[in-house]
């Protein structure tokens, strides 16, 4: 398991499915569409419209591709 990244701060939050342990699957908040409290992931940088979290619970680092803000749009 990765360590927590430095740069993480509970104040940058998103709420995005974490793809490393889907904690969210069996939570009735997050099914609903709603903020949860328990299911919430570091934001840690934005480039435009692509986001980079960490999953607290299982640490896990990734990318995604948010579709709003600079860069978010590809057609005409």
């Not at 419209?49 to 607290?56: E, F, G, K, N, Y």
Request: proline share 7%; hydrophobic share 30%; glycine share 14%.
């Amino acid at each position: 398991m990765l360590p927590l990244d430095p740069t993480a701060d509970i104040g940058r939050r998103a709420w995005v499915p974490c793809p490393g342990c889907q904690d969210h699957q069996d939570c009735g908040t997050c099914l609903d569409g709603r903020t949860c409290g328990d299911h919430w992931r570091y934001l840690l940088s934005n480039k435009g419209s692509v986001l980079h979290l960490q999953c607290p619970n299982c640490t896990h680092l990734w990318a995604w591709q948010s579709g709003f803000g600079a860069g978010g749009r590809t057609d005409g």
